[in-house]
């Protein structure tokens, strides 16, 4: 999800239990050792302008339905392959959103929210759109908590949520890892009842999400897999799926 030049420091610090990429790759919609235990989930995907033209048809053959498109980042970078990620992903049956690179220490979280808003950000509850995304995670530029204390990084996010919010009727996904979101937020608990949390964990068990959140709705539990991008999974089912792609708040 972040600069090429940082992925392999965002690698290290997300690791839970490493795992092959082939080890992390799993056919079947379910996990578990017994029906008692087993999960359902669905596979799919997250790519931004370092993937290019992706195969879309492709990777709906492997099994991705849902995919994740970098829009933007700050209020001075679009993905220029946004349209081809975007619609390419759409034009092949997957349901698809659009996430936004936060860079805190620039400016506002409503200015940023307006930018990525404006620049593919939007929604609809068509059953085809997730919610717009904020990936809030490690600075790849510089500290890692932006300069910003933690009482001022729970206050910027829900500063770009609010406004996201305002201009779409839809709280965003928020991506992070538990890790950052301790150091930076002190595991803040204020989004718990409105914002679904996306999670970073390169591991063979589900990560646990931040306080006060009953569970994780999207696992990004690879970097590299079956399809183009980051590998991902939603916590459900199909039809739950499409929900969240329907649903105001």
């Known amino acids: 999800m972040i600069p090429v030049q940082a992925r392999a420091r965002r690698v290290r610090r997300i690791l839970g239990i490493a795992v092959t990429a082939g080890a992390a790759m799993i056919t079947a919609l379910t996990i578990g050792a017994t029906p008692a235990n087993a999960a359902t989930y669905v596979q799919g995907m997250d790519v931004s302008g ?15 339905r849902f995919a994740y498109v970098k829009a933007t980042e700050g209020t001075s970078y679009t993905n220029p392959y946004f349209a081809q990620q975007y619609n390419g992903s759409y034009n092949v049956g997957m349901i698809r959103g659009a996430y936004h690179f936060a860079t805190p220490n620039n400016s506002s979280g409503t200015t940023q929210a307006d930018y990525f808003v404006n620049h593919g950000g939007g929604w609809s509850g068509d059953g085809k759109t997730l919610p717009p995304a904020l990936d809030i995670e490690y600075n790849p530029y510089g500290a890692t908590c932006y300069g910003l204390s933690q009482s001022a990084m729970v206050s910027w996010i829900r500063a770009f949520s609010n406004e996201v919010h305002y201009r779409t009727n839809k709280y965003p996904m928020i991506y992070t890892t538990l890790d950052w979101w301790t150091t930076c937020t002190g595991n803040s608990s204020a989004f718990a009842a409105t914002n679904p949390f996306w999670i970073a964990k390169y591991s063979s068990t589900p990560p646990t999400p931040p306080s ?18 980051d590998q991902d999974y939603f916590n459900g089912a199909y039809t739950q799926l499409q929900a969240l792609a329907t649903n105001h708040d």
Request: net charge neutral; hydrophobic share 35%; no cysteine.
């Open 212 to 229: 006060g959140t009953a569970t994780w709705t999207m696992w990004q539990y690879a970097s590299s897999g079956t399809f183009p991008g």
């Open 50 to 64: 370092y993937q290019g033209n992706v195969a879309w048809s492709t990777a709906y053959a492997n099994g991705a």
